[in-house]
């Protein structure tokens, strides 16, 4: 048996693994993919599945969708949750509820969703640099301010969690809407605060790859009771609870198929994240010391689904990629080239950019590694043990 303390769990538990007889046996056996989906208690969800079939009610707010949001409430401790059919949708939503359109101060180096939300309401990206960890700088953020700033849209990336402090009182000096990107962030905190309840408004993802599944789906949470008001009225069609139309709208509503998988991999969440964090300390343990494992910081939990590794240079980093797909291991490169670089902001000139020396740098040198329900301990090791050969 393999046993090993992770700090990084969130009860701090000993987990242990068996430990595989013959690594050629497993990598034969298995290909390890990043964000293969946590699929849990299947009797659970199929219960459910037949009850949403035996109550007729599918969508427009049904009542595993109620159920939903009231749980990831409490889970989360914030006052107010609205799921909505995808992250991407509940981002478009809140930027459509900003007073006025202008510029949203946005990471480059993130998923491509972040920025078409900002281009599809009517605003303009300001495209800002990042730290070494590839979270958004808040000096380069306090730099990019300006008259028509209206929101700032830092990314809680790859389960870490961006300076909240300051980028608040930066959002604050510049009376700036404050909204997170936080689609990787669900079972996350920060200085025994859950993410959920920073700035105006949070996005998270029930996305498959997700640290919790709903097939598809994402919500908002706010402690803003009228925001609220304004996302549920805008989620469908622009209908009041009384059936009257009375706002600009679009289908945002998450249906109850949805509902019931998030909820029944919701109620995993713990056990998947202490999996995640075994798995995570087993590639500390293992990857060379010729390449960086992006982690956590003081006072800072993770959940831990993704493993973000940078090697020293962008053709180290590509051969180290073809050599663990070569042997069934489907990693990936999370985000390259930066949103700045890819053709729709090229093509149509609808960027502002600052300084993204970082941004640059990190996608080109970062590849994350397979996680999740799906790989045990030794199938890390395995995993670490061909990235290393590769660095050779």
Not at 27 to 53: H, M
Not at 157 to 174: M, N, P, Q, T
Not at 305 to 311: C, E, L, R, T
């Amino acid at each position: 048996m393999f046993c090993k303390p992770c700090a990084g769990g969130r009860n701090g538990h000993i987990i242990c693994y068996p430990i595989d007889s013959s690594l050629k046996a497993l990598l034969s056996s298995l290909k390890f993919v990043v964000g293969k989906p946590n699929v849990l208690d299947k009797d659970r969800f199929i219960a459910r599945l037949l009850e949403i079939i035996d109550n007729e009610v599918h969508t427009n707010d049904g009542p595993f969708v109620r159920e939903l949001e009231g749980a990831l409430a409490n889970y989360l401790g914030v006052p107010h949750c609205v799921a909505v059919a995808n992250a991407t949708l509940g981002l478009e939503l809140v930027l459509n509820a900003l007073p006025r359109k202008g510029q949203v101060i946005v990471p480059s180096f993130t998923f491509i969703a972040s920025a078409h939300a900002i281009v599809r309401t009517g605003h303009t990206p300001v495209f800002v640099d990042v730290d070494s960890r590839g979270l958004i700088d808040p000096q380069a953020v306090a730099a990019a301010v300006g008259p028509e700033t209206v929101a700032i849209l830092p990314v809680n990336l790859f389960g870490l969690v961006c300076d909240v402090e300051r980028l608040s009182d930066i959002a604050s000096s510049a009376h700036a809407r404050l909204i997170y990107d936080s689609a990787h962030a669900l079972g996350v905190r920060s200085n025994g605060k859950n993410v959920g309840g920073f700035g105006w408004a949070e996005v998270f993802s029930l996305h498959a790859t997700k640290v919790v599944s709903g097939f598809e789906g994402g919500f908002v949470t706010t402690s803003d009771g009228e925001l609220a008001r304004v996302l549920r009225e805008a989620r469908n069609f622009g209908f009041d609870k009384k059936g009257v139309i009375v706002a600009l709208g679009t289908n945002a509503k998450m249906s109850e198929v949805h509902a019931a998988m998030a909820l029944t991999n919701l109620e995993k969440i713990d056990w998947i994240i202490e999996h995640n964090a075994a798995n995570f300390c087993v590639y500390q343990s293992e990857l060379s010391e010729l390449c960086a494992l992006i982690e956590p910081q003081e006072g800072e939990s993770s959940n831990y689904q993704y493993v973000p590794v940078i090697v020293a240079t962008s053709d180290l980093r590509d051969k180290v990629f073809a050599k663990l797909i070569a042997k069934g291991i489907a990693a990936k490169i999370y985000f390259s080239p930066g949103v700045h670089s890819t053709v729709p902001y090229i093509r149509n000139n609808i960027c502002r950019s600052h300084d993204l020396s970082r941004t640059i740098d990190i996608s080109s040198r970062i590849i994350c590694l397979p996680t999740g329900v799906h790989v045990d301990a030794s199938g890390v090791r395995a995993i670490a043990q061909i990235f290393n050969e590769a660095l050779l």
